[in-house]
């Protein structure tokens, strides 16, 4: 073999080393391209049920004239974590923010001399009907003492009212609600409902919500 066909041979080699190298890099870069693919799903249904306690635990504050400023920038903050798939940090930002407004509500019944009905009773007297207010929402109107004095008997109302309450989330100013009487039986299937609800969406009617109509 001459010099011109070695050096013809050593340029042969040296670009197809090139190649090789070239492509074996692109293949390591697409690994973590294809890993780094999956999409940010949103929150988890524990996260969504945390935020939605919290909001609805504030609005139950807030009607009493008692929210804390910071509380309702927390639920804020907890919804954006969670936008952004950060569901661990979501999660403890959504149970601080309950936990705020909890005690905020205790310490307005300590210096009421009064305690938070936690637990269903039967209804003997009461209100009999109620119109909804800006602002209102089923936990908190259920949470009223003239009503049942505990947020988490709101299914009653949405079952006695189903015919204008389309989403159990969803309620509007000027709707009047019939505020139905309970037996213990029956006020123990709706917080068990309340407690056990599972994931929602504004807007749409759950599947564990029609399944507690049909009960």
């Known amino acids: 073999m001459n010099a011109k066909e070695l050096l013809k041979f050593a340029a042969i080699a040296a670009i197809t080393a090139g190649f090789l190298t070239v492509a074996g890099c692109a293949t ?4 973590p391209m294809e890993a780094s693919a999956e ?46 798939c950060n569901n661990a940090r979501a999660l403890i930002l959504a149970n601080k923010a309950e936990d ?3 005690d905020a509500i205790a310490a307005f019944h300590a210096s009421q001399g009064t305690t938070e009905v936690e637990e269903a009773a039967p209804v003997a007297e009461g209100m009999d009907s109620y119109l909804v207010v800006e602002g209102d929402n089923l936990w908190n109107i259920a949470g009223k003492d003239s009503v049942y004095g505990n947020p988490y008997q709101w299914p009653l109302i949405y079952k006695a009212n189903s015919g204008q309450i389309k989403d159990a989330d969803l309620i509007y100013a000027g709707q009047f609600f019939e505020i139905p009487k309970s037996s213990m039986a029956e006020a123990d299937a709706a917080i068990q409902h309340a407690k056990t609800r599972g994931a929602w969406i ?3 009617t759950e599947a564990s919500d029609l399944d507690y109509l049909a009960m």
Not at 69 to 83: G, M, Y
């Open 202 to 204: 504004l807007g749409e």
């Open 39 to 84: 999409e940010c799903m949103g929150a988890t249904a524990e996260v969504k049920n945390a935020i939605y306690a919290a909001k609805l635990k504030n609005a139950r504050t807030r009607n009493l004239g008692l929210e804390w400023r910071e509380t309702a920038k927390i639920i804020e903050t907890a919804e954006k974590a969670a936008e952004e």
């Open 28 to 31: 390591t870069e697409e690994t």
């Open 100 to 102: 705020e407004a909890s």
